[in-house]
């Protein structure tokens, strides 16, 4: 079993990785705008003044933006309860759907901030906002919205993570919001398994190593499938993630995707093909630090990860 994880030390001087177009970070500003009553600037300067008729309020979710809208009202206050929220938060929502969780979430806090890509629900987040006036809504793509803009800063999240988007919206926000100490999360139960897996599973991979280098990972519950509108195929499961030191730093993060990018390969293989670090050195690294030089990535502990970055030179 591996040892536990102790909170990792980013240097503040990051040595970036080789110019390989594998490992560029890009930013994409995307359009997106802020809201209060459902209120919003469009890009081509139209504004809407008024949400659309209570006959057209009612929408059918839909698939493609993983929209499966949680009917159950019991569950819905477990769910504001398990956040275990102190009037002092800042909340995030991302997917705020119909405003069921919107509604329990905002008595709880100081402010919540809800992500909406679908604008045919602003009739029903409209109506959530004038309940609460420490609501905002920002209308866009949860995956290009500049989150470090949201003010005041979210300190935790607490969300029904739309399924087609929930992996890389919780690393995001594990990356881009330090600030956020807590997430109360819904995702669907393959995605929770993969997220609490341990070294040497199937389902271990690059999320798992970098959401527990940041935090711990609790299952909270498990929630039938039936509790939704539409029923989606999967069960799904609430997480608890609970920040304990800072997300590693961007290079870090290329290196552990790099890693489970060729999953039968070695590691030393992986990154090489990645436009990392050459193959002898990886090894090298490796052995240095005792560790079998043909290891796959499965068999790195997250605190691996990061002391061979380390070895590498790579902060």
Known sequence: ????????????????????????????????????????????????????????????????????FLADTNLLDAIARDADLDPRDVALEVGGGEGALS???????????????DRRLAGELGAICARHPNLSVVWGDAMRVDLESLQPAPTVVVSNLPYSIATPVLLRTVAELPEVAAWTVMVQREIADRLRARQGSRTYGAPSVLVQLACDVELVRTVNRAV???RPRVDSALL???RRAPAPPPAVARLVRAAFAHRRKPIAGSLELAGG????????????????????????????????????GIH
């Open 228 to 230: 939704f509108r539409p």
């Open 103 to 117: 509604d329990r979430v905002a008595p709880r806090v100081a402010h919540l901030h809800v992500i909406e890509f």
């Open 240 to 242: 608890r993630l609970t």
């Open 277 to 312: 670090p050459s193959r002898s050195a990886v090894r090298a690294a490796l052995g240095d630090l005792g560790l079998d030089e043909g290891a796959r990535a499965e068999a790195l502990s997250p605190a691996d990860f990061v002391l061979v970055a380390e070895r590498l």
């Open 1 to 68: 079993m591996a040892s536990p994880i102790s909170p990792p030390t980013w240097s503040r001087s990051r040595k970036r990785w080789p110019p390989s177009a594998a490992f560029r970070t890009t930013s994409s500003s995307g359009s997106w705008r802020r809201t209060r009553l459902g209120r919003s600037n469009g890009e081509h300067g139209r504004q809407e003044t008024r949400p659309p008729p209570e006959s057209q309020t009612r929408r059918r979710p839909v698939v493609r933006f993983g929209q499966n």
